[in-house]
C-alpha cells in the first residue's frame, strides 16, 4: 500500500496553489478542505475528466494536479479499481460496502488513505481473461462488446467512452447503446462469466464452514472410503465384460 497525506493534514488554501478564483468555486460546490480533497481524488479516477475541457470546470483540472504534486492522491490504484466496483455493481446489484474497495462511491478520504489493494491487478487480469474467452465463444455482439469494455474500461490501455461516443461509432443512436449494455450485462449475469472476486460476507463464511466440515466427516465413514476404492478399481479396469 502506497501512502499519501491524509485530508485532515491539508489546513490552508496557500498549501495549494490555486487561485482566488478557483478557490472561490471549489468552496462555494464542495463546501470545505476535505470535501475539495476529497473531491479532487475521486475527479482523478472519473471519466469527466475525459470530456472536453469546455465541460469540465478548469479548477478540478488544477485541483488533481496540485493534489499530485502534493502527495494527496495515491499513484498505485487506477481507474481499474473502481471500473470493476461499477461492473460488479452493475451486474449482481451489490451496494456498497459489499463492494469494498471497489467502489469509489464507498470511500471517504479516511477509506481512501488507507485502504489495502492488493488484489487489484490479479482481479482485473481475471476478469478481462474471462470477458475474452465469453468473447471467443461469439457471446457478445460486436456492440455489445464495446458498449461493455467502453463503459467499464478494465484495461489501463482503454479509453473510458460515453454512451454517445460509442453511438458516433457505430452510427447508432444512444438508446441502442444503452440496450447492448443492458444485453451485455444480462449475458455476464447469465453465463456466470465473471470470476468470484468479492469476498463473501460473515454468514456465507459461517454456512461454508459447516459444509467442509460436514463433509469431512462423511469421507471418514468406513463406508464412503470402501466405495471410494472400489470405484478407483473400477475405473482402472479395462476391457469389462458389460458396460
Not at 496557500?14 to 475539495?36: A, E, M, R, V
Not at 481507474?79 to 455493481?89: E, H
Not at 491487478?121 to 467502453?150: N, Q, W, Y
Request: aromatic content about 10%; proline content about 6%.
Amino acid at each position: 500500500m502506497e501512502k499519501c497525506k491524509k485530508a485532515a493534514e491539508l489546513k490552508s488554501t496557500s498549501d495549494l496553489k490555486l487561485s482566488k478564483h478557483q478557490w472561490s468555486y471549489l468552496f462555494k460546490k464542495y463546501t470545505d478542505l476535505p470535501g475539495i480533497v476529497y473531491a479532487g481524488r475521486k475527479f482523478a479516477y472519473n471519466p469527466m475528466r475525459e470530456l472536453p475541457a469546455s465541460q469540465v470546470p478548469l479548477a478540478l483540472y488544477e485541483l488533481e494536479r496540485q493534489l499530485k504534486l502534493n502527495g494527496y492522491i495515491r499513484s498505485d490504484i487506477n481507474g481499474c479499481t473502481f471500473a470493476i466496483g461499477a461492473l460488479y455493481k452493475k451486474v449482481y446489484g451489490l451496494e456498497c460496502p459489499e463492494l469494498f474497495p471497489y467502489s469509489f462511491d464507498c470511500l471517504d478520504n479516511e477509506s481512501y488513505e488507507t485502504f489495502e489493494n492488493p488484489r487489484d491487478e490479479g482481479a482485473r487480469i481475471r476478469i478481462s481473461d474471462a470477458i475474452r474467452k465469453a468473447d471467443r465463444k461469439d457471446i457478445f455482439t460486436v456492440l455489445e462488446h464495446e458498449a461493455l469494455i467502453g463503459l467499464f474500461p478494465l484495461w489501463p490501455e482503454v479509453r473510458r467512452k460515453t454512451y454517445r461516443e460509442i453511438a458516433k461509432d457505430f452510427s447508432c443512436t444512444i438508446e441502442s447503446v444503452r440496450a447492448a449494455e443492458c444485453r451485455a450485462i444480462q449475458k455476464l449475469r447469465q453465463y456466470a462469466t465473471l470470476p468470484a472476486i468479492i469476498p463473501p460476507n460473515e454468514d456465507q463464511k459461517c454456512e461454508l464452514i459447516k459444509i467442509v466440515t460436514r463433509l469431512k466427516e462423511i469421507c471418514k465413514d468406513p463406508i464412503i472410503k470402501e466405495r471410494d476404492i472400489l470405484v478407483g478399481k473400477l475405473m482402472s479396469m479395462k476391457n469389462l465384460p458389460f458396460d
